[in-house]
């Protein structure tokens, strides 16, 4: 014999709302504080969902994607052929969204004196050729290069955007998470590193950057990244499993939305 549902209860079930599935969302310390107030705004509006961000850099959040420890992995890079064959490989199929785009601001500090740069010459310093800040137009004083560490889809970009795929100086110090980089810029008056647009504070001081050679130099900004100026500039991704997008949808569905899009400019990223 069935059971049934009293009436009352029927009735309770349908006036409340869908319940949200919970979702994790981990990777590029770039993305992570767009994703952390988008998914405070997503949970005001979606009291039953519950969304849980974490950092830790663009290769950390795809190999969690693959392990399946979380729904949405964040990165400031493509991913790799080799990261998509082993997803594919372990039946996962990988589907990428862009969320948004960021530009990627040279920083020295406030103190000193070297306000640009050329591509060339941030070559040179990041790969240990040009170790003095006179040499660049400074004071006589040793340059103290940091940097993100290898699993950072920031690290490869910039690698690929300035060094033109060249190597990095070997005695670079590299940085666990983009707040470091800013930190050790800030006490250290000969040190040069690289933030996404939205970390940059007083602090530090963000550098004019020219791509042809010296005739024109562009300082990072929401406005020159859109106008296609400054020309450090990427895309920002989104990563989940083909089969949960069920479940992701909701949430990257509200970042592309109107409201969505005006916070992403807010907080100084570049809408998709």
């Known amino acids: ?14 006036c409340m709302p869908a319940m949200l599935a919970a979702q994790r969302i981990k990777g590029s310390d770039t993305v992570l504080p767009l994703t952390q107030e988008l998914s405070e705004m997503y949970m005001k509006r979606n009291p039953s969902a519950m969304v849980t961000v974490t950092g830790g850099g663009s290769g950390v959040g795809i190999s969690a994607l693959l392990d ?16 998509k064959m082993k997803m594919k490989q372990s ?12 530009a990627l601001a040279v920083i020295v500090n406030p103190e000193n004196p070297v306000g640009r740069l050329t591509r060339e010459q941030l070559e040179g310093i990041f790969r ?32 690929e955007s300035v060094l033109h795929n060249k190597n990095y100086m070997s005695s670079i110090l590299s940085m666990p998470a983009t707040g470091a980089i800013i930190q050790s810029v800030r006490q250290t008056k000969g040190a040069i590193g690289y933030v996404g647009l939205a970390y940059l504070n007083p602090y530090v001081k963000a550098v004019a950057v020219s791509y042809d050679g010296g005739a024109n130099y562009v300082s990072p900004s929401v406005e020159t990244a859109m106008k296609k100026e400054y020309p450090i500039v990427r895309p920002l991704y989104y990563y989940y499993d083909k089969k949960n997008e069920s479940k992701v949808m909701p949430f990257i569905d509200f970042i592309a939305s109107p409201e969505g899009q005006k916070k992403t400019l807010e907080l100084g990223f570049i809408p998709r």
């Open 1 to 14: 014999m069935k059971k049934l549902i009293p009436s009352f209860l029927f009735a309770l079930c349908l």
């Open 68 to 83: 399946g420890t979380t729904d949405l992995a964040m990165a400031s890079r493509r991913i790799k052929f080799g990261e």
């Open 91 to 102: 039946k996962h199929e990988p589907c990428e969204v862009i969320v948004a785009y960021d």
């Open 128 to 159: 240990g050729k040009i170790t003095n800040w006179k040499e660049v137009g400074g004071e006589d004083a040793r340059i103290v290069v940091y940097s993100r560490e290898t699993s950072s889809g920031t690290y490869e970009f910039f690698k």
